[in-house]
């Protein structure tokens, strides 16, 4: 049993002439017909009763009539569902970034882009920085986005955008109304960091300016601003956490002497060969966040 000869039998039950299928299918009525009989012979069940007037489905061609259908139409659906997938109008990409990235730009970029283009399901996960590589590595995710760390040769990264490191503090605390701090303002401060915020590359930084060994760490971004909220801590992290500066009534206060920047990568394998729904989210990403001033 093939398409075209399921596609026969749908014209001709429409048309109910064997003329006008023909037409349509543009064969001559021998070949409409020697399909038909190819399909009737398969089957083993006479499709119509035919006279030299009309042509009538038969009480086995009305059974089967609506299964021939639902073939066809789905054919036509998945060679449609191809045909977005090929345009980039339909697809899937599987990104992993850093809670803190997610809840304050990537989650408002993903969901703008999928109103532009509501076909293609952006999965995101959350994962510490080093685990985004380990996402893009395994091949868990296609993409990742997130602080740049040491990364394997398989794997290739380009800058999306830069923020710097700035000290988090309560409204009431002493630095809150300070126009910037320098390193060494920190020295006595009881000091927070996040778990895997990159403690060692700010220390190769800073070099012995402060030694950041009496620093707490804590698993979980929201922990630490609740922490500082409170006004007896201080943190260093980067300056694109500050859309949650009014929920916890936060200050964040420039670092100088030195500033130190910190590169948000786009991470994927060498070898991935991506497909068009992931390369449009990708030029989109890259160009919304090329602008990007936290």
């Known amino acids: 049993m093939t398409l075209r000869q399921l596609h026969a039998f749908i014209l001709i039950e429409q048309y109910r002439s064997f003329v006008q299928a023909a037409e349509q299918m543009h064969l001559t009525q021998a070949?409409?017909?020697?399909?038909?009989?190819?399909?009737?012979?398969?089957?083993?069940?006479?499709?119509?009763?035919?006279?030299?007037?009309?042509?009538?489905?038969?009480?086995?061609?009305?059974?089967?009539?609506?299964?021939?259908?639902?073939?066809?139409?789905?054919?036509?659906?998945?060679?449609?569902?191809?045909?977005?997938l090929r345009q980039g109008k339909r697809g899937l990409v599987r990104?992993?970034?850093?809670?803190?990235?997610?809840?304050?730009?990537?989650?408002?970029?993903?969901?703008?882009?999928?109103?532009?283009?509501?076909?293609?399901?952006?999965?995101?996960?959350?994962?510490?920085?080093?685990?985004?590589?380990?996402?893009?590595?395994?091949?868990?995710?296609d993409i990742g986005v997130g602080p740049a760390r040491r990364a394997p040769d398989s794997l290739e990264s380009e800058l999306v955008f830069s923020s710097s490191l700035c000290v988090l503090c309560a409204r009431n605390h002493p630095f809150a109304n300070k126009p910037f701090l320098t390193w060494k303002d920190l020295q006595a401060q009881p000091l927070l960091l996040v778990k895997g915020g990159g403690?060692?590359?700010?220390?190769?930084?800073?070099?012995?300016?402060?030694?950041?060994?009496?620093?707490?760490?804590?698993?979980?971004?929201?922990t630490l601003l609740a922490t500082i909220a409170i006004g007896k801590h201080v943190a260093v992290t980067t300056a694109y956490i500050s859309p949650f500066l009014p929920v916890y009534q936060l200050c964040a206060i420039p670092l100088k002497q030195?500033?130190?920047?910190?590169q948000v990568l786009l991470y994927r394998r060498k070898d991935w060969i991506a497909n068009p729904a992931a390369?449009?989210?990708?030029?989109?990403?890259?160009?919304?966040?090329?602008?990007?001033?936290?």
């Open 95 to 141: 990104l992993s970034t850093t809670a803190v990235l997610a809840s304050t730009h990537i989650m408002s970029l993903v969901a703008g882009f999928q109103e532009r283009t509501p076909g293609i399901e952006i999965q995101m996960q959350e994962a510490l920085p080093s685990g985004i590589v380990d996402d893009v590595q395994a091949e868990r995710v």
């Open 31 to 84: 070949a409409l017909s020697h399909l038909l009989r190819e399909l009737e012979t398969q089957l083993g069940v006479k499709l119509f009763h035919r006279t030299t007037r009309s042509v009538q489905l038969s009480t086995e061609g009305a059974i089967f009539l609506p299964y021939a259908q639902r073939i066809l139409s789905n054919v036509q659906g998945a060679q449609s569902c191809a045909q977005s």
């Open 199 to 222: 403690s060692e590359e700010i220390a190769q930084n800073i070099g012995n300016i402060i030694s950041l060994a009496h620093a707490m760490e804590v698993a979980h971004f929201t």
């Open 279 to 294: 390369l449009i989210f990708i030029d989109y990403l890259k160009a919304e966040l090329a602008n990007y001033q936290p």
């Open 258 to 262: 030195p500033v130190v920047e910190r």
